[in-house]
């Protein structure tokens, strides 16, 4: 019983096949389309409201075939993976761009780094591969040597251009003021307001998905834990469940409640600072020094009772390396009291500050139909009217236990910066109650299962929501078992659109706010 | 109105209600390194952060060292918004191939004298990223660097106490990994 796997047997009939046993887990439909019928299927899937929640490309020459494109839908609770087939002598495949927004960039990648062109898309421009990289350098080729560095080369990005009286233009970056990551926008603006803006991203690209493949299965997390420093937890945890459905590795339910409660941890510590930088862009620095406050409360307990500040390198395959004791226990249910205290004064303050008030509201608006358009995820999809949490829709324990744990997901539909701010106050309230509920029901047991390294020619997929929204894994072991491809999708990679639509119409000293209010990740996207 | 001075009041100085040997770690470093900024720096260090290609978790710590409880500008040290003003660089990496250009322009449009600093295991050698065709690795295989401060990422206190040996003379570079 699928809706997505009806609706494209409904259309396509006997041209899709459905492929058992090499899909992990199996609850993920995973098929194959002919090339010609790979856009059909987005039809089709686009007429079950599903959304596009990432598209890849895999160099399957090692089995003897030519290059893979998968399509990865969501709909609710359900993922169907597409799959077809791009021969080597004729690297081409019909753009999904049209059909779904976020393939946009999707496929620019998949050009930039497969060297697999897609057919009739609106724009050709390479995308993280810049203009100095050799034409033919295509790294994600097995043929390709990602161990030497690449000779330079000229060329120069095409811009956007926009003409008229009074029309000028404002580039900022690579390098920002602030202390935060690399990337590069382009405003044109009238006067104060903003005609367009244009990211350009790719700035910190280094070679993450390729470094995957050369690394082996055991040693995979911890990269997977710095491909964006802020979401370690989340991210090792995304490829260690991806791993694990491949092997049918089972952690112990302890690990599993220990995962839960690093994640919402995480989550606590990063809302409690982008609320805090929210209002400081906003010229109310009160809060930001408040909240940096509670944050670095966080982050000391962290390092205290597991032995680092951001609990990176502790999800590891098969559970966790860090266990927690009634001690530990006691203080961390302290310290969610005090924290929940001291925040719901903050959030009062927040709440009855006109000044705050009138820079947050009606700003950088994404509304829903754009957020639905670019299949936003996470706190951007929430705050625009999209009810996705994989907490919900795909989870592991102990939020599997829906009657128990009550989740609650705060959606808003206004789309403005304070939408962004509101919909992580309430997820900080309902990760302290979540923290406190783990505390209370956490079973006994060990901290990991040992695990096995994956059979040859299988792949494991993940989703698991991290604070900034669904981070999907999708591993690909190769004919030996050694790990082929390693597709990593940060919710940045598709957020990063909706700040392009939020902003326009905005004057140029709200374009801060508004950045903060999505705060995206460039490492994340960039890998 | 009323809450914000409540708050503010009930808050009271944060800055340094640290467990007995950190807050004295911290105080010793942080009164050295005022000591040290005020005789070479006039009383004031500014710094400039450049991310060359890091996860941002380096940056999280960077930014915690300004929060209230570390304090920083309390000690002289300053983040400063344009390369052109800084007498520091502190620099994350590993330094991308995209990045690579970027870096350099900061390097020059930074007056001389200059200090820069590596920060990161990733900053000093290239870390898990390693050596690549989008990684140079390592901050000095771009510009030259002064100090490494190693860790994944350094911790704050960390983070001061290689700024301090730094601006003290004493190059830490030992501590590479």
Redesign the interface.
Request: proline share 6%; hydrophobic share 35%.
């Given at each position: 019983m699928s809706i997505l796997k009806d609706a494209i047997t409904a259309s396509l009939g006997r041209e899709v096949r459905f492929i058992e046993d090499y899909q992990c887990p199996a609850s993920v439909v995973y098929c194959f389309v002919p090339r010609e019928r790979f856009v059909d299927a987005a039809k089709a899937m686009k007429k079950a409201y599903a959304l596009l929640a990432a598209e890849w490309a895999t160099d399957e020459t090692p089995f003897g075939r030519g290059y893979g494109i998968f399509a990865c839908y969501r709909w609710g609770s359900e993922y169907l993976i597409v799959n077809t087939e791009a021969p080597i002598d004729n690297p081409v495949f019909p753009s999904l761009t049209k059909k779904f927004l976020p393939a946009y960039r999707f496929e620019r990648q998949i050009q930039s780094l497969m060297g697999v062109t897609p057919l009739n898309h609106p724009d050709t421009r390479p995308w993280?591969k810049?203009e100095d990289w050799p034409k033919e350098?295509w790294?994600m080729r097995k043929s390709?040597?990602?161990?030497?560095?690449?000779p330079r080369e000229d060329g120069d990005y095409l811009w956007i251009k926009a003409e008229g009286e009074g029309v000028y233009e404002i580039p900022v970056g690579?390098?920002h003021?602030?202390?935060?990551?690399?990337g590069h926008f382009r405003f044109q603006a009238v006067g104060e307001e903003i005609l367009n803006l244009e990211e350009r991203l790719?700035?910190?690209?280094?070679?993450?998905e390729?470094?995957f493949e050369k690394l082996s299965w055991e040693e995979g997390f911890?990269?997977a834990g710095?491909?964006?420093?802020?979401t370690?937890v989340a991210h090792s945890l995304a490829y260690c469940i991806a791993l694990e459905s491949m092997t049918g590795c089972q952690p112990p339910d302890r690990a599993h409640w220990l995962r839960a409660l690093f994640l919402e941890r995480e989550r606590i510590a990063n809302h409690l600072?982008d609320i805090g930088a929210i209002c400081n862009d906003a010229a109310f620095a009160?809060m930001l020094?408040?909240m940096?406050?509670l944050?670095?409360m966080l982050?000391r307990i962290n390092?205290r009772l597991f032995g680092h500040?951001?609990i990176?390198d502790k999800v590891i395959p098969g559970g966790v390396a860090v266990d927690i004791d009634p001690q530990g226990k006691k203080e961390i249910a302290a310290e969610m009291n005090r924290l929940s205290k001291d925040f719901e004064?903050?959030v009062?303050?927040y709440e009855?500050?006109p000044s705050l008030e009138d820079r947050v509201r009606d700003t950088g608006v994404l509304s829903p139909e754009k957020a639905r358009e670019i299949c936003a995820v996470g706190i951007v999809a929430r705050s625009s009217g999209l009810n996705l949490d994989c907490r919900i829709f795909n989870p592991f324990p102990p939020y599997d236990q829906y009657d128990r744990l009550e989740l609650d997901v705060p959606v808003m539909i206004s789309g403005d910066v304070h939408a962004r701010t509101m919909v992580r106050i309430q997820e900080i309230r309902e990760s302290i109650r979540i923290i406190q509920w783990i505390l209370e029901n956490l079973p006994d047991g060990t901290a990991a299962s040992p695990i096995n390294p994956p059979e040859a020619d299988k792949a494991g997929f993940a989703a698991v929501e991290g604070w900034r929204g669904e981070i999907i894994y999708w591993l690909q072991s190769g004919p030996k078992g050694e790990v082929n491809r390693c597709m990593v999708r940060d919710p940045s990679s598709i957020n990063w659109l909706g700040l392009e639509q939020a902003i326009p119409g905005n004057i140029v000293p709200d374009f801060p706010l508004c950045n903060k209010s999505f705060n995206q990740?460039?490492?994340g996207h960039?890998l | 109105m009323i809450?914000?001075l409540r708050?503010?009041f009930r808050?009271g100085i944060?800055t340094e209600p640290l467990p007995p040997d950190e807050a004295t770690e911290v105080m010793e470093i942080g009164t050295r390194l005022e000591e040290t900024v005020r005789k070479r720096f006039r009383g004031s260090l500014a710094i400039r952060?450049?991310?060359?290609?890091?996860?941002?978790?380096?940056?999280?710590?960077?930014?915690?060292i300004?929060?209230?409880?570390y304090n920083c500008e309390r000690f002289g040290v300053h983040?400063t918004?344009?390369?052109r003003f800084a007498d520091m660089l502190l620099v994350t990496g590993?330094v991308?191939?995209?990045?690579e250009v970027?870096l350099k322009r900061?390097y020059v449009a930074t007056p001389s004298p200059k200090l820069v600093i590596a920060v990161g295991d990733c900053g000093c050698n290239g870390?898990?990223?390693?050596?690549?065709?989008?990684?140079?690795g390592g901050i000095d295989k771009v510009i030259s660097v002064d100090a490494f401060i190693p860790g994944?990422?350094p911790?704050p206190v960390a983070l001061l106490n290689g700024i301090l040996r730094t601006v003290e003379g004493k190059r830490p570079e030992t501590d590479r990994k």
């Open positions: 993280i810049f350098a790294p390709f040597d990602g161990s030497k560095l690449m690579p390098v003021a602030g202390i935060i990551e690399p790719g700035y910190v690209h280094k070679g993450i390729k470094r911890r990269l710095r491909v964006s420093g802020d370690t600072g009160f020094y408040q940096m406050r944050k670095e982050l390092h500040r951001f990176m004064q903050l009062t303050i009855e500050n990740s460039y490492s960039d | 809450r914000i708050q503010i808050t944060v952060q450049v991310d060359a290609g890091s996860c941002n978790g380096c940056e999280l710590e960077i930014h915690a300004n929060n209230p409880i983040f918004a344009s390369p590993p991308s191939r995209n990045m970027a900061t870390g898990i990223f390693g050596e690549t065709y989008a990684s140079l994944c990422p911790t």
